[in-house]
Antibody, heavy 118, light 110 residues
Framework: QVQLVQSWPEVKEPGASVTISCRAS????????MHWVRQAPGRGFEWMGI????????TYAQKFQGRVTLSRDISTNTFYMELSSLRSDDTAVYYC???????????WGRGTLVTVSS | QSALTQPASVSGSPGQSISIPCTGT?????????VSWYQQRPGEAPKLMIY???SRPSGVSDRFSGSKYANTASLTISGLQAEDEAHYYC??????????FGGGTKVTVL
């Protein structure tokens, strides 16, 4: 079955960077774009960006432009999200989420908690 | 890329119908038929309930339905049940190949 397996929780200091991985299995990797979405504690979802597995330049939400980098490794069917210059309000659960091909998500990862604290 | 507007909470008694509005602009909800709805229970990943405004994935109860008029989409839950208690989020494609979420609505079954 389709699975998105995300990396383990991270604890980072303010100013640091974090990279989260999302390994996809159970489907043809190249056929689906991948969203990255985050959810701060007790808050709603924030869309961060989307990456095409075939190598087209990712699209980023305006809020995260310059701080987030999405990438993928087709040899390992893995997507990556790097967020730099971390602040305390970046503390959140970060999800990778497979786009269906029609701008909705049909499969979500389980989420990776990133805690930013000194 | 402003968030879509949802009420913070909606409640209803078992068996009743409730609707959750999701208001955007002509650059997102009003301009495209790419509105989707997600249910999230505490500690869980979201679950897709409605896509393409009014389509329902297999396995989702037909008590859930979606619609759209102008810049506002709506999720309707009919025959409200205790298991429907959760947060619900709308989302929409937006111009520039971006995506935007609503702030979420907590549904309480009285």
């Amino acid at each position: 079955q389709v699975q998105l397996v995300q990396s383990w929780p991270e604890v980072k200091e303010p100013g640091a960077s974090v990279t989260i991985s999302c390994r996809a299995s159970g489907y043809t990797f190249a056929r689906h774009n991948m969203h990255w979405v985050r959810q701060a504690p007790g808050r709603g979802f924030e869309w961060m960006g989307i990456i095409n597995p075939r190598g087209v330049i990712p699209t980023y939400a305006q809020k995260f432009q310059g701080r987030v980098t999405l990438s993928r490794d087709i040899s390992t069917n893995t997507f990556y999200m790097e967020l730099s210059s971390l602040r305390s309000d970046d503390t959140a659960v970060y999800y990778c989420a497979r786009d269906s091909t029609s701008w909705y998500v049909d499969v979500w990862g389980r989420g990776t908690l990133v805690t930013v604290s000194s | 890329q402003s968030a879509l507007t949802q009420p913070a909470s909606v409640s209803g008694s078992p068996g009743q119908s409730i609707s959750i509005p999701c208001t955007g602009t002509s650059s997102d909800v009003g301009g495209y038929d790419y509105v989707s709805w997600y249910q999230q229970r505490p500690g869980e990943a979201p679950k897709l309930m409605i896509y393409d405004v009014s389509s329902r994935p297999s396995g989702v109860s037909d008590r859930f339905s979606g619609s759209k008029y102008a810049n506002t989409a709506s999720l309707t839950i009919s025959g409200l049940q205790a298991e429907d208690e959760a947060h619900y989020y709308c989302s929409s494609y937006a111009s520039g190949d971006t995506w935007v979420f609503g702030g979420g609505t907590k549904v309480t079954v009285l």
